[in-house]
């Protein structure tokens, strides 16, 4: 389990709603409206509760490694059809991470460490 070795050590992405989806873009991954699925959801919309108008483009700071200021801490679970779930330390909720996780990662890690806030 690693980060990729070309990969930055801290990421951002920054998700938003399309048609009831939280999705994102990345244009250095060639992801467009990359679709969060399976539990994802329902934890991006507790985690995002606070942030005004989230709906409409948050910041996602990630890393493999705890880093000043992170919020959430998922920790990996298992493996299931190309995806890795992940478990939300402090809830218990669980969710999916599709492949593209492998557009950030060389293997699926330990942890995600995240940070949610405001995109601008």
Same mark, same amino acid.
């Given at each position: 389990?690693?980060?990729?070795?070309?990969?930055?050590?801290?990421?951002?992405?920054?998700?938003?709603?399309?048609?009831?989806?939280?999705?994102?873009?990345?244009?250095?991954?060639?992801?467009?409206?990359?679709?969060?699925?399976? /539990?994802?959801?329902?934890?991006?919309?507790? !985690?995002?509760?606070?942030?005004? %108008? $989230? #709906?409409?483009?948050?910041?996602?700071?990630?890393?493999?490694?705890?880093?000043?200021?992170?919020?959430?801490?998922?920790?990996?679970?298992?493996?299931?059809?190309?995806?890795?779930?992940?478990?939300?330390?402090?809830? /218990?909720?669980?969710?999916?991470?599709?492949? !593209?996780?492998?557009?950030?990662? %060389? $293997? #699926?890690?330990?942890?995600?460490?995240?940070?949610?806030?405001?995109?601008?």
């Amino acid at each position: 389990m690693g980060v990729n070795p070309m990969a930055n050590a801290m990421m951002v992405i920054y998700p938003y709603r399309d048609r009831d989806m939280w999705v994102f873009d990345d244009e250095a991954t060639g992801l467009v409206k990359e679709p969060f699925v399976f /539990g994802v959801p329902e934890m991006i919309d507790a !985690a995002t509760a606070t942030i005004p %108008d $989230a #709906a409409q483009g948050f910041r996602l700071i990630f890393s493999a490694k705890p880093f000043p200021g992170y919020q959430h801490e998922l920790l990996w679970v298992r493996e299931e059809y190309e995806g890795n779930w992940y478990r939300w330390r402090s809830t /218990g909720q669980e969710g999916w991470l599709c492949p !593209a996780l492998f557009k950030y990662f %060389d $293997a #699926a890690p330990a942890a995600i460490y995240c940070r949610m806030e405001p995109s601008s």
